[in-house]
């Protein structure tokens, strides 16, 4: 078998498998208060998760009182979820199981899907690099206007590309030391990063910019195509880097005390 990358022919490579992931639902309230605090509520296959930022002090004589994102923790449990979000009453309501539906619960408190998309992966091993290609499909339901407006105008009769993407993700097979593969990944170790670059220009790919953990690029794709507006407010508090790069003080926001008692 073969596979071209980057215009050359790579042979010897190994299918790791493929995987439908289904689709994630994003949620959040009008005021985006959990955006706003580079928190990610979103619910796949029937299950919840709340992906909450660990921060850590930017390197000395960068950028005085910021903060990076280090990592994520990720809370599964629907319970802890909603304490977290400090929706205390609510948990409460499921806990006892007077209202079983997190979607309802949720609704109460003013938190709706924002954003929806899907993917399926396919998974390779070339040479010493895992490749994984994920080929992806986003819900425009929960767009903002003037992004539909903007991709009717601009793309006119193909204004459903705008609705595609596709994901690349490279990892080593073998991380080398000081070099994570998951969502809390430090910062790669020269080791790591050579072999990287190495594979990078072996099969004449264009370096891609190195960034910190994220949650999902494909949501990141997601919110600069259907909701720019969205994108913008959540990158003006730090709550993600800017589209350069760089970080800024991470303002916080809440809005478990104003939000109403859930309703049998």
């Known amino acids: 078998m073969r596979l071209e990358i980057g215009g050359s022919t790579t042979s010897g490579f190994v299918g790791l498998g493929n995987v439908a992931l289904g689709w994630d639902v994003y949620y959040d309230n009008a005021d985006l208060a959990v955006t706003l605090r580079g928190w990610w509520l979103l619910s796949r296959g029937g299950g919840w998760m709340l992906r909450v930022p660990d921060f850590t002090p930017v390197p000395a004589g960068t950028v005085d009182g910021a903060m990076m994102i280090s990592g994520y923790k990720e809370i599964c449990e629907v319970e802890r979820i909603l304490t977290t979000l400090g929706l205390v009453q609510h948990a409460e309501a499921y806990r006892s199981g007077s209202i079983p539906s997190v979607e309802r619960l949720l609704a109460q408190a003013g938190v709706f899907p924002f954003a929806r998309l ?101 949501l990141f794709e997601y919110l600069k195509r259907w909701r720019p507006a969205h994108l913008r407010a959540i990158r003006r508090v730090g709550a993600v880097p800017q589209e350069n790069g760089e970080l800024s003080q991470v303002v916080t926001a809440g809005f478990g005390a104003n939000s109403s008692v859930p309703k049998e």
């Open 118 to 218: 899907r993917a399926d992966r396919r998974a390779f091993r070339i040479e010493e690099m895992n490749v994984s290609i994920d080929s992806v499909r986003f819900d425009a339901t929960f767009a903002e206007a003037e992004a539909v407006a903007s991709a009717l105008f601009e793309r006119g009769n193909h204004a459903r590309s705008a609705l595609l993407g596709c994901f690349v993700q490279l990892e080593l097979a073998t991380p080398s030391a000081g070099f994570s593969t998951g969502s809390t990944a430090a910062e790669p170790g020269a080791d790591a990063l050579q072999k990287i670059n190495d594979f990078l220009q072996t099969h004449g790919i264009n370096r891609p910019g190195l960034t910190g953990p994220s949650v999902c690029p494909m």
